[in-house]
Structures are given as C-alpha cells and as structure tokens.
C-alpha cells in the first residue's frame, strides 16, 4: 500500500506509519518511534526484559463481526537487529535474535526505538529457524527504512498468542559420549 510516509519519507519524523487495526491487539497506538499495547510501551518492554520478547493482549474486534463472537489473546513480538548486510543496492538482509513465529503478521512490521527518514528498502530476514520452508531467506512483505542497523528493534504482531520460547532461537545440544 502506498502511504504519503512511504512517498515522502520525511513524514515520518512527525506521523506515525498507518497500521491495520484488526491485525493488532486492542488498545493498539502507534508513535512515530513506538508501538503502545494496552499502555505498554514495546521499547520500554525490550529495554526491561532484552530482546526478543512478547506481549500479549486482547484482540482487537473485526469491523464485521457475528454476535457470538468473542475476543481471543493476540501477541507482539519485539526483535533485535542482530546483522545487518547489504548484498546490492535497494537490498537488506536482516539476521534478528529471534525466530519469527509461522502467525507472524509480517506486513505489519515496524522499527521501533527511532524515527528513521530513509527511504524504505526491501529486507530480508535471514532466518536462524532450520525448519524454514522458503530455505535461508524470508522476505518481509513490508519494506523497512533503508537506513536499519545492527541494534536496531523490530516489532510485528501475531495472529495468535505466542510464547516467549516460540520466538528465541532453539538451542541444538551436543550428546557427548
């Protein structure tokens, strides 16, 4: 989707990117450098507690919705930039300190803890997940700014209510014998 932050980057210093409010939990605001969940500040969180981390919240009501229904928990997760590489120019390759988890909402993804006013790039995540369907290399479908850096964090939501050990990266042990 074309937004008047991504013709004109600059914006962004002063407005927030658009989200999709069905896609995040309820009580969601966007800042020009962070994403407040039910009043917890996702920067705050990854400063608390390292990075990644999760949080999970109530899911926000569809615009259409059945008399039935009934909220279900929703999570975010916040990620570090671990490295960063730069294979061609317009291209970004991403390695982040966590798995991203299969109901990741990855269109929806947002670097938080700074404005950036760079253009934005396509990026890839290079995925530490050995399980990965689409082999070493996991595209995200919405671009990030071109200027992202090793340190930099990452939030995104998920569709459904994830733990913390679905996003750390699994440990292989070694059996000596």
Excluded: K, N
């Excluded at 700014?145 to 733990?163: K, N, S």
């Amino acid at each position: 989707m074309v937004t008047l932050t991504a013709i004109l980057p600059t914006f962004r210093a002063s407005l927030p990117e658009p989200m999709d409010p069905t896609m995040w939990p309820a009580h969601t605001e966007l800042t020009t450098d962070d994403v407040v969940v039910a009043a917890v500040s996702m920067v705050r969180l990854a400063g608390l507690t390292g990075t990644p981390c999760v949080h999970t919240a109530e899911q926000a009501p569809p615009r259409y919705r059945p008399r039935t229904w009934s909220p279900r928990e929703v999570s975010v997760a916040v990620a570090s930039v671990v490295r960063v590489r730069r294979p061609r120019t317009g291209v970004v390759l991403l390695e982040l300190d966590a798995v991203l988890p299969r109901d990741a909402v990855l269109d929806q993804v947002r670097l938080i803890g700074r404005a950036s006013t760079a253009a934005p790039t396509w990026t890839y995540v290079v995925s530490p997940c050995a399980e990965a369907d689409d082999g070493p290399f996991h595209r995200l479908p919405a671009p990030l700014p071109a200027d992202v850096h090793e340190g930099d964090l990452i939030c995104f939501p998920c569709v459904t209510a994830i733990r913390h050990r679905d996003v750390v990266e699994p440990v292989r042990a070694e059996v000596l014998r």
